[in-house]
């Protein structure tokens, strides 16, 4: 729209003196903010125009940040030697003409001037199941953050969401290994995910132990 008040300007011979009285009286350029009242585009801050002369708007795609004072650049818009640069659009760059997320990252989808790092690990920011899928196989984006789903549990060693594997079933590592009330409790021995016994003190035997204990208080007392 900028563009249009601008071929207009060129095509006029001279600025008539009641062009340069409305100028002044308008205040200085680029001075109002996205949302406030204006008469003319040159009045609103860079990047934008003075929608049905009312109100100043960023030019799309630019979007203008919470205080209405930057229209920064966002997805889609024009870049490369001598025009727009992409800084104003974060983690982003100039790919063939255009403003886009750098790689790995994603677009916010509320916000076009804002790329995301893809998410690499559980808790990791998401917007949408597809990003997490990708990047760590059987999750999801719940509330904004990757979660394994189901009974899948996240490996460090492999950086994925794999299925647990329960007691007595077959496994190939360790880390498949897993029971919610003994997270640290398994492992895989023989092809078979078994309870650790490290040095005596596993569930198994105590419990043994303590229940001949008490059946032979049991004796005792009667
Ligand atoms: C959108 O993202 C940009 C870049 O991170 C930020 O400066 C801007 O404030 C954001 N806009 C809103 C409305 O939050
Ligand atoms: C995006 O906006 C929607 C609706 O306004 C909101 O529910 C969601 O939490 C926002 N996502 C992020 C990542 O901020
Ligand atoms: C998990 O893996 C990362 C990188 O692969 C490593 O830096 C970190 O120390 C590991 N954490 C645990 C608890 O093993």
Known sequence: MSVYYFSVFVLLPIVSPQDLEEMSSLGPANTLKIGESCLRDYQCIKNAFCRSQRTCMCD???TPNIEGTVCHA????NCGPQIEDCSTMSNSECIQ??????????????????CIIRPSRVDDACQRTDECAD????????NNKCKCY??????????????????FMPCKHNYQCYEKDKPDGLICTDGECAYK??????????CFLTGALASSLYFFTN
């Open 150 to 167: 189901g009974n899948f549990i996240f490996v460090n060693q492999t950086g994925k969401c794999i299925q647990a594997v329960g007691i």
């Open 60 to 62: 799309p795609p630019y």
């Open 135 to 142: 990047a760590l196989d059987g999750a999801l984006c719940v």
């Open 97 to 114: 003409g255009v403003c886009a997320c750098r790689d790995n990252y994603f677009l916010d989808i509320n916000n076009s001037s804002n």
């Open 74 to 77: 966002a997805a889609g818009t």
């Open 197 to 206: 016994h490290n040095g005596g003190t596993s569930n198994f035997p105590v």
